[in-house]
């Protein structure tokens, strides 16, 4: 039987009208929109698209967004002194610079700076270091997508196999640990695991998130598994795919996310919560 497919898109519309009511809850108590502004440095062209969507979401949404864009050449401090701005600045609660960042700038140094209280992309030390050790704390919006979508469909984690191949700080690292906190055994793969295949058929939910096309075949996955692709990749032919041979995949296992209409969705709506939830969480302080 055929996989059931995890509609990522429809489920990332319901969130985003959810977002829309506590933001326009939140310009009636407060007296203006929650704010959230994206810093682009240069003109990387996925960034540019990434960017573009996050924008229109926000005002899709009743979130006043800002775009700040810097161009390619400037220098860490002009980007520090921006970021040092928005973090006293009171209108703006999400702060968002956009990864990768040109080689000059260190990103650790960028990342560090943003106030942790507006930091919805999760990415700040705090917050990371909040996640590691079970405490509230804003977290990256794509694991945490995966989580959400997880959890609307019922998928068991408690006492349950989960394989994440792919140990970024974005995405593998955090949502290996949020996996654990849900009471899943995790392993967490990388480019030198040995013998892939023997770990990720161990796998009742199976997350792939490398950036690589056709990684993940048939014969990698326990049939009956829960398969989450992260990845987004252009092929020469212009299609949008993921890391899964989602065709393939989906004849043995029992749940799959598409590529696209699966996790990229739900990265945005989640961006969109985090917003919320640090404006509210700003105002329920300053009140
Ligand atoms: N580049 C790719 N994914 C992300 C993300 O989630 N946040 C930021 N800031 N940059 C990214």
Redesign the pocket.
Known sequence: MPAQLIDGKSLAETLRQQVGSRAARFLSLHGRAPGLTVILVGSNP??EV?VRHKVAACEKAGIASQLIRLDATCSSEALLEQIGRLNKDRTVDGI?????LPKHIAEKTIIQAIAPGKDV?G?HPVNAGALFTGQPCLK???PLGVMVMLEHHNTALRGAEAVVVGASN??GKPLAMMLLQAGATVTLCNSKTQNLEEKTRRADVLVAAVGRPGLISAEMVKPGAVVIDVGINRLESGQLVGDVDFDRVARVAKAITPVPGGVGPM?IAM?LQNTLDAAESFASLST
């Open positions: 996925a960034s990434y968002l610079v956009q990864l990768p992309d990415f990256p919006c794509t974005i995405v990265t961006l």
